[in-house]
């Protein structure tokens, strides 16, 4: 590609106290401007750990990473301003409503009043929730929490979003919804990292995917692309089980 990269890892690895494995192991790769890009493996692949040290949430153990164009190391405060981070689990307070919630999290990006409150009933109305801004989230199902928890992520318009796991395990009208939204704000500029495990959705969303396993960089590439490369595979999802292998995972 003729563009810088927005994001660059370079020999990434992570190993927790205590392990004798290591969680990531070498990982390098460029993430480019307005892509959707996959990171995809079993439970336990790395994918997380990956997503949590790019958010500057846990420190590597070894390795360079760049996000539009700020050192990791020394100028975190400086990547904060341009990410969004959308985690797997349900970051919300289930006492406080939907309306409560958002405010507390556009306050922490410096957003206020009545402008605040505006683009939190906009986005409301874009997720189909704008009925339920004062109801609290303890009520909510878990494809609401999901909306709700989308839209903490990006009230600040950041231009790189983080998602781990976003459509895990809800209703598939609160999926369709999600997935709309991420092309549409992809379309309007913002580069989408994404973690999944389901092929399908990866393989129609993603512009590229890297499959992790056991912390290892397996394969990279344009998913239609892959599954082109190995015409023995029908689908993503069955050369992902060709890489990763079919016994379970914890």
Do not use: W
Request: glycine share 10%; proline share 4%.
């Amino acid at each position: 590609m003729a563009e810088d990269p927005i994001i660059e890892i370079k020999n990434l690895s992570k190993r927790y106290k205590g392990s004798e494995e290591s969680a990531l192991k070498d990982i390098t790769l460029d993430i480019y401007p307005l892509e959707i890009y996959g990171l995809l493996g079993p439970n336990g692949a790395g994918k997380t750990t990956t997503i949590s040290i790019l958010c500057g949430l846990i420190a590597p153990t070894g390795g360079e990473v760049r996000i539009d164009g700020f050192n990791l190391r020394n100028e975190l405060d400086r990547i904060k301003q341009v990410i969004g981070i959308v985690p797997q689990d349900i970051a919300l307070y289930p006492t406080l409503t939907a309306l409560e919630n958002l405010t507390f999290f556009g306050n922490m990006f410096g957003l206020k009043g009545k402008s605040l409150k505006d683009l939190i009933l906009d986005h409301l109305t874009v997720f189909g929730l704008e009925r339920f801004a004062m109801k609290k989230i303890s009520s909510f199902s878990g494809g609401m929490k999901r909306r709700v928890n989308l839209i903490a992520g990006l009230l600040h318009d950041p231009k790189i979003l983080f998602l781990d796991e976003p459509t895990a395990g809800i209703d598939v009208q609160s999926k369709i919804v999600i997935l709309e939204f991420l092309h549409e704000i992809n379309r309007k500029g913002t580069t989408i990292i994404y973690t999944s495990h389901y092929m399908e959705e990866a393989e129609n969303l993603c512009s590229r995917v890297s499959i992790i396993d056991r912390g290892i960089l397996v394969s990279t590439g344009n998913p239609k692309e892959l599954v082109a490369s190995h015409p023995e595979f029908k689908n993503l999802e069955n050369l992902f089980l060709h890489l990763t292998g079919k016994g379970l995972r914890d």
